[in-house]
């Protein structure tokens, strides 16, 4: 089988997720070994996630690996990929973030019907605010996913050359991590529309036990915040190195 970028992101993505929300369920489930686990083991389970997806993804037909709209939109921007590519990139993003939610809801099945809490469920798929403020839940994922971009290219360039030595994954995978511990308290942060979206998607259409809304009002903030920041971000590093 020839190497797809399609099949690669969908992978990729899928074991973010499967591993991210992974690790969402299992501080916050019922009977739950992990329950009680905190923010600390969320943020930590978030950046394994992204360190596995990343090899996933490059293992399995997408070497850049982007797992991530606001990425592939902001590599669109500064000229990084065409948007013929970005558009099949971001297409297996959404398709794998959909799919990693269906293995958690299957990882964690009996686990549902004893959590009560209908917020908490729908915090093991996407994200929610800590205080609810359009504008400026807007403006953290926009700072949250300007940080992450930004980053990025200041270790991989526009094209993405692998930093020396191979440790590209292990640097954004830390990079993550300090997002969330740094600036994930007001959103959850979500900094990337697929890893929200499709999950939420997944939670609206599967059987979960005793579920409540999928909180569509606040839906576009996830989506529409990341790729503004990553947008912006791919902008300034142009102006900034020039190329």
Request: glycine share 16%; with cysteine.
């Amino acid at each position: 089988m020839a190497p797809s970028p399609f099949l690669g992101e969908v992978l990729g993505t899928m074991m973010l997720i499967l591993l991210g929300n992974g690790v969402v369920a299992a501080v916050l489930l019922n009977k739950s070994k992990a329950q009680g686990g905190g923010w600390i083991v969320i943020t930590a389970g978030w950046a394994f996630a992204v360190m596995s997806g990343v090899f996933v993804a490059q293992a399995t037909g997408s070497p850049n690996a982007d797992l991530n709209p606001a990425v592939t939109v902001a590599k669109i921007v500064n000229g990084g990929t065409t948007l013929n590519d970005g558009l099949v990139r971001i297409a297996g993003e959404f398709v794998g973030a959909f799919l990693g939610a269906v293995l958690v809801f299957l990882a964690y099945f009996r686990h549902w019907g004893e959590t009560s809490d209908q917020g908490l469920k729908l915090a093991c798929h996407c994200t929610a605010p800590a205080i609810r403020s359009t504008p400026w839940n807007l403006v953290t994922e926009i700072i949250g996913t300007f940080t992450l971009l930004f980053v990025i290219f200041s270790i991989f360039g526009r094209l993405g050359t692998p930093p020396v030595g191979g440790v590209g994954p292990y640097l954004v995978a830390s990079l993550v991590w300090g997002i969330g511990l740094s600036l994930g308290g007001p959103t959850g942060y979500a900094i990337n529309p697929a890893r929200d979206l499709g999950p939420r998607i997944a939670h609206a259409v599967l059987p979960i036990a005793g579920k409540g809304g999928s909180d569509w009002g606040y839906s576009w903030i996830p989506v529409v915040g990341p790729l503004i920041g990553g947008a912006l971000a791919a902008v300034l590093q142009v102006a900034v190195t020039g190329m």
